[in-house]
């Protein structure tokens, strides 16, 4: 008689899940170890992600990485050759965004909001455009690290109200598009 692993996972957070599975019971030595592999849906193969001793549960925070995440769990014999695989579990993340209403272009050092930089995750592509109130473009970026430090043709820019684009792509290539404004201050 054996009884197979039953994996089970669930998002617990926009970017963080749990994942939680049976023990694997028929080797007649038992369990040597159990390995979780992890496929990024559209980018490649299963890989190795995490081993476990015995059966367990686990937490992680990795939304980021791929819209879609496959899991599945392989259980080896302890002393033999044989393996046995889980059932599989897929988890979709959709994209998280957060952009800052203000910020403080200073030069007062970092951890000062220094930099005005919206805060996104689970995207495949990305633009983000800062224009002044004339509608000129002042900076563009193309990489979710990047943002704007408050300066135009090397020079500060000047306190006042700023129009900020975002445009992105999730990992199905659906099209998100933001804007808004953004205030920047000088504070002492």
Do not use: C
Not at 34 to 63: A, C, H, M, W
């Amino acid at each position: 008689m054996h009884t197979t692993v039953w994996l089970e996972g669930e998002k617990s957070g926009p970017l963080s899940m749990k994942v939680e599975f049976s023990p694997y019971l028929g080797f007649e030595n038992g369990v040597e170890r159990y390995e979780l592999y992890r496929q990024l849906i559209g980018k490649g193969e299963y890989e190795l992600y995490e081993t476990y001793p015995v059966e367990s549960q686990d937490s992680f925070e990795n939304g980021k990485d791929n819209y879609g995440q496959r899991f599945r769990i392989k259980a080896y014999e302890l002393g033999g050759d044989r393996v046995s695989w889980s059932n599989d579990v897929v988890l979709y993340f959709e994209p998280v965004l957060f952009v800052p209403n203000a910020f403080t272009p200073n030069g007062k050092g970092p951890g000062q909001n220094e930099i005005f930089k919206p805060l996104i995750s689970g995207v495949k592509s990305y633009e983000f455009r800062i224009y002044n109130r004339w509608g000129e473009k002042l900076a563009e970026y193309f990489e979710e690290s990047q943002g704007w430090d408050g300066t135009y043709g090397g020079k500060s820019a000047p306190e006042g109200v700023y129009v900020y684009q975002i445009q992105f792509r999730d990992f199905q290539d659906k099209l998100y598009q933001f804007s808004g404004t953004i205030q920047s201050t000088a504070l002492e």
